[in-house]
């Protein structure tokens, strides 16, 4: 079953989220809330590819407006 990413990394941050508590909204390393570290990374897993193309690969994912 193919499941569509973005219902992918929604469900990553819930997860993240329980996970963290109180702690998901804080900035972590480069200014980022720590949810969103474990979605991209959970997304990096999911996908198969590496931290370098990480970034790449949302380009096309989530085109800019």
């Keep these: 079953m193919e499941i569509d990413i973005l219902d992918f990394i929604e469900q990553c941050r819930d ?13 972590a390393s ?3 809330a720590r949810w ?4 991209l990374h959970c997304f990096r897993l999911g ?7 990480t970034p790449n ?3 096309f994912v989530m085109p800019s407006t």
């Design 57 to 59: 690969r949302l380009k």
């Design 15 to 27: 997860l993240a989220k329980q996970a963290l508590g109180k702690h998901a909204g804080e900035p």
């Design 36 to 39: 969103v570290h474990v979605a």
């Design 47 to 53: 996908d198969g590819h590496s931290y370098r193309e």
């Design 30 to 32: 480069g200014g980022f």
